[in-house]
């Protein structure tokens, strides 16, 4: 079975620039998820899309923006880069809203450089 | 505020010296409290789910409690292939569905 495929896992981009990280769900899970990580802290949300609603908003500056598609699959955009956007970005996905505290599973994630 | 505090931040073990983990938490109303596994540059990888005070979890060299207020992850006998950060989130019932995470616990286990 395919687990969370997240694309690219590397990237480096200039200040300024912008930049569109890809996520496919495991098959069946309608709930994707948006995480930051920054090395040495524990994974910060940004953004949860649930059948292609936006369900929550982290505390994350309106550079960054999300959808999701008609086969769940999403994407994260960061516009207008800044060096400390530099992180891993994560991407989950789950079967939540059809249970309770349904468990998230992660994609590799994606290691983001801005130079 | 749901909040997150784990203990150790690191945490160096013999083989075969068994420790635990805890994760203290603060959440207006608990839906779920998680654990996972995250090596070096990868992905977090669910090892367990924990929804009630009293719940205990298995699996092989790891038990995960829960209480009230707190939770601990008992590793038992550990392996140098346990050395790894472990990350405890929970979640509530706010509707956003999103996970608040604790900074990890970076274990290392020398052979």
């Known amino acids: 079975d395919a687990g969370v495929t997240q694309s690219p896992t590397h990237l480096i981009k200039t200040r300024g620039q912008h930049v569109t990280l890809r996520c496919s769900p495991i098959?069946?899970?309608?709930?994707v998820s948006w995480y930051q990580q920054v090395l040495g802290q524990g994974p910060q949300f940004i953004f949860q899309?649930?059948?292609?609603?936006?369900?929550g908003r982290g505390n994350f500056p309106d550079r960054f923006s999300a959808r999701q598609f008609p086969n769940y699959s999403s994407e994260l955009n960061v516009n207008a880069l800044l060096l400390g956007d530099s992180a891993l970005y994560l991407c989950?996905?789950?079967?939540?809203?059809?249970?309770?505290?349904?468990?998230?599973?992660f994609g590799q994630g994606t290691r983001l450089t801005v130079v | 505020e749901d909040q997150v505090t784990q203990s150790p931040e690191a945490l160096r073990l013999q083989e075969g010296e068994s420790s635990s983990l805890n994760c203290s938490y603060t959440?207006?109303?608990?839906?779920?409290l998680f654990w996972y596994r995250q090596d070096p540059g990868k992905g977090p990888e669910f090892l367990f789910t924990?929804?009630?005070a009293g719940e205990e979890k298995e699996k092989e060299r790891l038990k995960a409690t829960l209480t009230k207020k707190e939770s601990f992850l008992h590793i038992t006998a550990p392996k140098p292939e346990d050395s790894a950060t472990y990350l405890c989130?929970?979640?509530?019932?706010?509707?956003?569905?999103?996970?608040?995470f604790g900074t990890g616990t970076r274990l290392k286990v020398l052979a």
């Open positions: 989950a996905s789950s079967l939540q809203g059809q249970s309770i505290g349904a468990e998230a599973f």
């Open positions: 098959s069946g899970h309608k709930s």
């Open positions: 899309y649930y059948e292609k609603e936006e369900r």
């Open positions: 959440v207006s109303g608990l839906r779920g």
């Open positions: 924990l929804y009630s």
């Open positions: 989130a929970v979640q509530d019932f706010s509707g956003t569905y999103k996970y608040i």
